[in-house]
Structure formats: C-alpha cells, structure tokens
C-alpha cells in the first residue's frame, strides 16, 4: 500500500493509546489486525484504504477464515476494521466503512467446564499436599483460589489487584476490568480469613514499595502465567480430574450464583460485562433445574393436583 496508508494506520494506533485507556493487549491485537489487512491488500494490489470495499472486506475474512483463525478471531478482526474506517471517516480520509455489516462465521457455543460446589469445596478445603512448597506460597495459592471463586475475578484483574484496592474490612474488593472500568466486588467470608493469612505471610517476603496483593517468592508482583502454573500444579498434586485454570474459577461463580439466584442482571454486574448477552453464554444453568423452575413458575406449566 501507499505510504500514506501506513501512516493513516500508525496515527489510529496512536489515537487508541491517547484515548481509549484500552489494555496493552487489546492495543497489540488492534496492531496486529489492521497489519493482517494491509498485508492482504497489498497481496490484492490495493493501494488505498479508499480501494476497499464490503467485498473486499467479505473476502478478507473468509481469507482469514480459510487460514484456520477461529470465528471469535475473526469477528475481532471485523471489530478492529470497523473501528479503523470510523477514524478514517472522523479524519476525511475514507467516506464509507466497508466493514458494516460484514460478519464473521458463527462460533460453536461452547460451555465451559465448571466444578460443581461440592467439587469446589473439596479443592479449597483440602490440606495443602506437602509438595506443594513453602507454607507461605501454598497459602498464596489458596489465597488466589479463594479470591477467584469468591469474587468471579478475571485473571489479568487478579494480578494486577493492589493492596488499597483490598478492603477487608467491609469484605470489599475493587477491580479494574476491561476498558479500565471500575467495579467494586463482595468478598466472602471465606475468602477474607485466608487473605488476612496470607496477608501476614506477605509482609515477610515483600520487596520494598511493592503494592502487588499477590506476590512470588522474590517479592515481586506475580504474573498470570505463574499463576496458571501454580493452579495446574495444584490440580495435579490434589489428583483434580479436570484442569484448574483461573477461568474455571470464574465460570464457577457465575454458573452457582446464578443457579441459586437466577438474577441475570447481578451476575452480569458482578463479572463486570458490559453485554448482558455476554453473561448469558458465559454462565449455564443445568436444563433440568431451568425446567424444575419453569414446572413451579409457569402458569400453564403446573399439572393438574386433581
């Protein structure tokens, strides 16, 4: 492409990190996407942002489908284009945004794997197994876990969680979610007693100014992959049939609140999404308790007590 398309590309990906506060990760997925069209444009000999049109776009995406990326991947790649073409607009440098309309393949809806509570309550109260290292870090990781479950937390809000945003005391928690919104979340009972541990433990390992809730054995702020590692050694030393990963965590918060409250609209609230559709596909109810509800709710759905 010309020159000044690139340019045009460069100056959108700088308005993003001036303007939207969006996550490093979500500013590397929009680089990423808007470089894979330039790339197929110059393969098509298009020159301009200008020269594409919906067929185009169409057929960039059935390109990327062909490639074997996955429906979501897609439809972020149709969502970062969109968002492109209305800086282009906003600028006077395209007229139209060939990308409306234009939609990614349907994803298969996939139900993630949850513990049920009694499955959950075996891993949270099982004595740490003595491999699983130090007594401070084993505290930790159960620290991590309770938190998880108790709060429905995300993975990257979970390590960057500071200690001000802790507030035991009211069994409080704030989070920075998605699009650095703000949320303040309950913590339970539970949850509180093993961060007030784990607490102590962590003023003994802390390196100095070091604000990170979670910390490793170094002191410093904890990575999302360390805690993934450390919940799948866990898994293992337990002998958990299924694959601890923090997501499940959450998934399993939702999935048993919901079940025992059916308040879509808190659940939603509570996991910080912004799409009530979003919280219908990520939380499930088992159909038969749907249906036991349903036979107790429904007018035209009671038998006949004759």
């Known amino acids: 492409m010309k020159p000044q398309a690139d340019t045009a590309r460069s100056d959108f990906l700088q308005r993003l990190t001036q303007e939207r506060n969006l996550s490093i990760h979500t500013q590397a997925g929009y680089e990423r996407d808007t470089a894979a069209l330039a790339a197929w444009c110059d393969r098509q000999g298009l020159a301009s942002w200008n020269d594409l049109d919906h ?4 057929a960039f995406a059935a390109h990327s489908h062909a490639a074997g990326l996955a429906p979501a991947s897609i439809q972020r790649r149709l969502s970062a284009i969109r968002s492109f ?6 600028e006077g440098l395209c007229a139209v945004n060939p990308a409306t309309d234009v939609r990614a393949p349907k994803r298969p809806r996939r139900l993630p794997r949850t513990l049920d509570a009694d499955q959950m309550a075996r891993v949270l109260e099982a004595p740490p197994p003595a491999a699983a290292g ?11 876990m309770e938190l998880l479950y108790s709060s429905g937390l995300r993975l990257a809000e979970l390590v960057s969680l500071d200690l001000e945003a802790l507030d035991l005391a009211d069994r409080t928690v704030r989070v920075t979610g998605k699009g650095r919104k703000t949320r303040i979340v309950p913590v339970g009972s539970k949850a509180v007693a093993v961060l007030r541990r784990w607490l102590a433990e962590r003023a003994r390992l802390v390196a100095p ?3 990170a809730v979670f910390v490793g054995r170094n002191g410093r702020r ?3 992959r360390a805690v993934q590692q450390r919940l799948a050694r866990v898994a293992r030393l337990l002998g958990v049939p299924v694959r601890l990963h923090p997501h499940l965590f959450r998934h399993s918060f939702a999935t048993h609140l919901l079940e025992s409250s059916q308040d879509l609209r808190g659940v939603q609230e509570l996991l910080g999404h912004a799409d009530i559709s979003t919280t219908q596909v990520y ?7 749907l249906a036991h509800i349903y036979d107790q709710a429904h007018p035209r759905a009671r038998r006949s007590r004759r």
Request: glycine content about 2%.
């Open 209 to 211: 100014a070091e604000t």
């Open 283 to 289: 939380t499930h109810l088992d159909f038969q308790h």
């Open 55 to 58: 067929a185009h776009v169409r």
């Open 222 to 224: 904890l990575g999302a």
């Open 134 to 144: 130090p007594e401070p870090l084993a505290l930790r990781d159960l620290a991590i």
């Open 85 to 90: 073409y209305l800086f282009l607009q906003r």
